[in-house]
């Protein structure tokens, strides 16, 4: 189908970053006024250190550089060949929360590192203070997600966020970001031995709510009020992955528009064995009644009766090799969708097609801006759907290998 774009780009300045092979654009934020990008920067040769930077943007000539920290890498036996694996795994979140004391709003950042994780944060957006994360001080692995809600702040550990860490993982909450007094907002994998991971939380409806990974089963979806004391009383909203089971086993982001809460899922890779199957990613629509419904993916049967896409879509938008909704994100007036294929970093060069990136007036009826990453081969993937004041920025990875001429910087809708 056609493609028109709204989109501008803009090159970061060569000035403000350094010379590297690769950029990452991982994390964003609106505040005060201006935009913050968190980044990873890898040079070419691998025995040299990389830089994580946090920079913020007003206008297309104003570029600060806030605060850098080395990106300290190690060389491990994987299969009898030696690998690097960075010790500075980057910037998971840029968010503004109420303060530790008085209630007003600050600019967090968490860096995540395997030696010292630490939390960043501003009152004024130009000086930052730091800190350990408190995840990692509290006793817990380091907190790699953070969501206000009801006078408190929710986190998801990094144990919780990967396969990595216990069988059944914890949410935790306390009464700022700073606290060192985090205790569980949860059961266990909420009471379900076959939840492996937290995804994400979001607030929609009155509810927080947060998504839960199964492999086994499908994900799974609750909702609390938050009221009372901690463990709170979580509600399933959702389960076996919207009756798609294996093939949705995550739930990738979550964004509300028009009082509903969206949800783009993670399939795995597609299955041989499975030919009766697509194992695209998919868009599920929650209005406020709970009644969920099939934006874009596989028609089926379920518990609340026959679902049909209501974009007339199938799985990835009708592209398989879309495994993966890696954004979504509105503003007043529309929602966003990024998806990718799911690659790992060692079969990116295999993803030649890039992202796309997809707008949706209603929630029902999309459109298509990009299928191609705007053109662009060195962009990878879109890791950044950032709704400012006046327009959207998207921005995401960079492989220069791919494209040498390239220059990493960021896409502005026109309004």
């Not at 860096?111 to 944060?121: D, E, Q």
């Not at 702040?153 to 990595?164: D, G, H, K, L, Q």
């Not at 796309?356 to 298509?368: E, P």
């Amino acid at each position: 189908m056609p493609v028109q774009t709204t989109f501008e780009f803009h090159a970061i300045p060569a000035a403000v970053l350094p010379e590297a092979s690769r950029y990452l654009i991982q994390s964003a934020a609106w505040f005060q006024g201006w935009l913050y990008l968190g980044i990873c920067c890898y040079p070419a040769d691998p025995h040299q250190p990389g830089v994580a930077l946090l920079l913020r943007h007003r206008s297309r000539a104003n570029w600060e550089l806030l605060h850098t920290a080395s990106i300290e890498s190690r060389w491990i036996d994987r299969n009898g060949q030696y690998r690097q694996f960075p010790l500075e795994l980057g910037w998971r979140i840029l968010t503004v929360l109420p303060g530790n004391v008085q209630p007003t709003p600050l600019l967090y950042a968490i860096r995540l590192s395997l030696r010292a994780p630490v939390v960043l944060y501003s009152e004024d957006g130009s000086h930052f203070q730091d800190i350990p994360n408190p995840g990692a001080s509290g006793g817990h692995s380091p907190f790699v997600d953070w969501r206000g809600f009801s006078a408190k702040v929710f986190a998801i550990p990094a144990s919780a966020a990967t396969n990595s860490g216990p069988p059944s993982p914890f949410a935790y909450v306390a009464a700022n970001p700073l606290s060192q007094d985090w205790r569980p907002a949860c059961s266990a994998g909420f009471g379900d031995a076959e939840n492996t991971t937290l995804d994400g939380l979001q607030v929609a409806h009155g509810q927080l709510y947060a998504a839960a990974g199964n492999p086994l089963g499908g994900f799974q979806l609750w909702k609390t009020s938050a009221r009372g004391e901690p463990p709170f009383a979580w509600e399933l909203a959702l389960s076996e992955g919207a009756q798609r089971y294996t093939l949705n086993p995550h739930v990738e982001t979550m964004a509300t528009f028009q009082d509903a809460l969206y949800l783009g899922t993670r399939s795995p890779p597609p299955n041989p064995e499975w030919d009766f199957a697509t194992s695209g990613a998919e868009i599920i629509r929650m209005p406020a009644d709970g009644r969920w419904e099939l934006v874009m993916g596989t028609p089926r049967f379920s518990p609340v009766g026959l679902q049909v896409p209501l974009s007339t879509h199938g799985p990835g938008f009708g592209d398989d090799r879309n495994r993966r909704v890696s954004q979504l994100a509105s503003t007043p007036d529309a929602l966003y969708a990024a998806l990718d294929a799911n690659e790992s970093l060692a079969d990116a060069t295999a993803n030649a097609k890039g992202f796309a990136l997809w707008k949706s007036h209603d929630g029902q009826d999309w459109q298509a801006i990009t299928q191609d990453s705007f053109g662009c081969p060195a962009a990878t993937t879109l890791r950044v759907l950032q709704p400012t004041s006046q327009t959207l920025v998207a921005a995401g990875e960079w492989d220069l290998t791919l494209d040498p001429t390239a220059r990493p910087g960021i896409w502005l809708e026109k309004k």
